[in-house]
């Protein structure tokens, strides 16, 4: 099982990015599949999670009306669009695939930073 991340990196505030989450070694389209980040001496928050694709997504406070969740079942893959982004996303993004409570995956994380 793997969940690799990509996309992460320096942006200035204002700025978007596009995170990746390519998945392989499991079903993919039958996890719900999510995206988390945990900033320098904070606890990991979930940010968005999203089940079926084109379905309703959910959002933290902090990410709605700025970032995007999607999947692609024929690609294994999940993606964050993050826009208008702050100095206070910076963060280690990671994205877990979730079966259960007690089965599910994460990745090894992505590094965002918001600044000038």
């Known amino acids: 099982v793997r969940l690799v991340e990509s996309g992460g990196g320096l942006v200035q505030p204002g700025g978007s990015l596009r995170l990746s989450c390519a998945a392989s070694?499991?079903?993919?389209?039958?996890?719900?599949m999510s995206w988390y980040r945990q900033a320098p001496g904070k606890e990991r928050e979930l940010i968005a999670v999203i089940r079926d694709p084109g379905s309703d997504a959910n959002y933290a406070d902090s990410a709605k009306g700025r970032f995007t969740i999607s999947r692609d079942n024929a690609k294994n893959t999940v993606y964050l669009q993050m826009n208008n982004l702050k100095p206070e996303d910076t963060a280690v993004y990671y994205c877990?695939?979730?079966?259960?409570?007690?089965?599910?995956?994460w990745g090894q994380g992505t590094q965002v930073t918001v600044s000038s």
């Open positions: 070694g499991f079903t993919f389209s039958r996890y719900n």
């Open positions: 877990k695939a979730t079966f259960t409570l007690l089965h599910y995956y």
